[in-house]
Each structure stands twice: as C-alpha cells, then as structure tokens.
C-alpha cells in the first residue's frame, strides 16, 4: 500500500477509527523502545505488589478530573 493510500484510507475514517489507529500506531512506535518496555514492567510490578486502584475509584478521579476541565 502505497503512503498515498494510506493518507486516502484514512481520510475516510471516522474520528473513532482514527483515534483507534492513531493508538494502534503509537503501541506499534512504543513496543520495541526498550526504554518503554522498562517503564511498563515497573509499573506491573507496583501493581502486582498491591498499588493500583478499583474501577470505581478511576471513575471518580475521572469525573473530578472532568469537572476541573481537564
């Protein structure tokens, strides 16, 4: 496929299936940085040692966060 394609079939996507490939596109630049990987293994070993937080708990940070515009 031909980057003149890729621009055309993107331009016909919707604003989700952008956001989606928008996202698919940074996993895929991400996932071979070793410094990223580095990242995420930290943070699943804090979470596997107990620090994480329930579903109902994001939601209320997310909802105060969307109330402070952010």
């Known amino acids: 496929m031909s980057t003149a ?3 055309a079939s993107i331009d016909r ?3 989700d299936e952008r956001f989606f490939a ?3 596109i940074q996993h895929l630049a991400s996932s071979g940085d070793p410094d990223y990987q580095s990242l995420l293994a ?4 804090r979470m596997d040692g107990g620090k994480k ?6 939601e ?4 105060a ?4 515009g952010l």
């Open 53 to 58: 937080i329930s579903l109902e708990q994001a």
């Open 5 to 7: 394609e890729i621009k």
């Open 22 to 24: 928008a996202a698919y």
């Open 42 to 45: 930290g943070r699943m070993q």
């Open 60 to 63: 209320r940070l997310h909802l």
């Open 65 to 68: 966060l969307e109330k402070e």
């Open 13 to 15: 996507m919707t604003e």
